[in-house]
């Protein structure tokens, strides 16, 4: 055997590892392309229903926090009731 021989194929060795070697980080990269464009896809669904499940939490927060300062409203409106009837009582007595 010759050294062409040789030559010949110790260059198309290293072409097939070269094209082994190029194959799996284009594998990657298909994978990868295809992974983004399934997420794009399912991304504005996704983002109806978080938006939907922060509509409802917003919603029962408000809800909640109109009930516990209803019931601070309601308390301080007693209150201020009853403190201008002993006011009342309170300069009745004193002015008689």
Do not use: Y
């Amino acid at each position: 055997m010759s050294l062409e021989f040789w030559r010949n194929l110790a260059v198309v060795w290293l072409a097939l590892l070269c094209f082994i070697g190029l194959l799996l980080p284009l594998a990657v990269a298909l994978f990868a392309v295809k992974g983004m464009h399934i997420a794009v896809a399912k991304t504005p669904g996704l983002l109806r229903q978080v938006q939907s499940g922060t509509r409802q939490g917003r919603l029962k927060v408000d809800s909640a926090s109109r009930a516990a300062a209803d019931q601070v409203i309601r308390a301080r409106s007693k209150l201020a009731h009853l403190e201008a009837r002993l006011a009342r009582l309170a300069g009745n007595r004193s002015q008689s």
